[in-house]
């Protein structure tokens, strides 16, 4: 069965410093979406992505983020500089369609701000 | 703004025991509704989900769930809970107007299932 794959698993950086977070959604899925959850609280949405260009985004998704398609098949989140609150786990999403389409989840990159 | 409420943090049950996993919501327009399930060290893997027609949707590994628009609830059912149950649970909900296709997940109910 296919699946949403996540690279890395776990990423511990500095504070300040740029991370990439790489996903590869399933292949003949359109829609892609980052979601985080920090340790103990829910799954909060931070952006979909559609097209090559981002279709929702919350507040939490500010200027220090960005999201980009590099090729066919990489779909990935750029935190800019780092902070402590950033500590979370990161989750790519992919679906077919939009709306009541079901969205897949990739395992997860536990991020760790220090 | 569509909301999602899980009011039980934990549910304990015996193996063998029916399971009960609440989750309550609030949207505009129909809802769309969702439930995950999360092992540990594990990504969300996708249950079930109600869009339209019967109340009660059947889902992965024997789970269930019923839309109860009255009671704008959707809670997650087995008649038999396993000790590979366990794992934290969570449900989600996006409405149909408003324009947003995102869904709101709720907090999580973590299910212990007791040998």
């Known amino acids: 069965e296919p699946e949403v794959t996540q690279t890395p698993s776990h990423q511990v950086t500095q504070m300040g410093q740029e991370v990439i977070l790489r996903c590869v959604p399933i292949?003949?899925?359109?829609?892609f979406y980052w979601y985080r959850q920090i340790l103990g609280q829910k799954v909060e949405f931070l952006v979909s992505?559609?097209?090559?260009?981002?279709?929702?985004k919350s507040e939490i998704f500010d200027d220090q983020f960005s999201v980009e398609r590099p090729d066919g098949s990489n779909f990935t989140l750029k935190i800019r500089s780092t902070k402590l609150e950033d500590s979370a786990m990161y989750f790519c999403?992919?679906?077919?369609?939009?709306?009541?389409?079901?969205?897949?989840f990739g395992p997860g990159t536990r991020l760790t701000v220090l | 703004a569509q909301s999602v409420a899980q009011p039980e943090d934990q549910v304990n049950v015996a193996e063998g025991n029916p399971l009960t996993v609440k989750c309550t919501y609030s949207v505009s327009g129909n809802p769309y509704l969702f439930w995950y399930v999360q092992y540990p060290n594990r990504g969300l893997q996708f249950l079930l989900k109600y869009i339209t027609g019967d109340n009660l949707v059947k889902g992965s590994y024997g789970f269930e769930a019923e839309f109860n628009k009255s009671q704008t609830s959707f809670h997650l059912k087995k008649p038999s809970a396993l000790v590979s149950d366990s794992a934290l649970y969570f449900c989600a909900v996006r409405g149909t107007s408003g324009g947003s296709y995102i869904p709101t997940f709720g907090r999580g109910t973590s299910l212990i299932v007791h040998p």
């Open positions: 992505f559609y097209n090559n260009e981002i279709s929702e």
């Open positions: 999403a992919s679906s077919e369609r939009e709306g009541q389409d079901t969205q897949y």
């Open positions: 292949s003949n899925h359109l829609y």
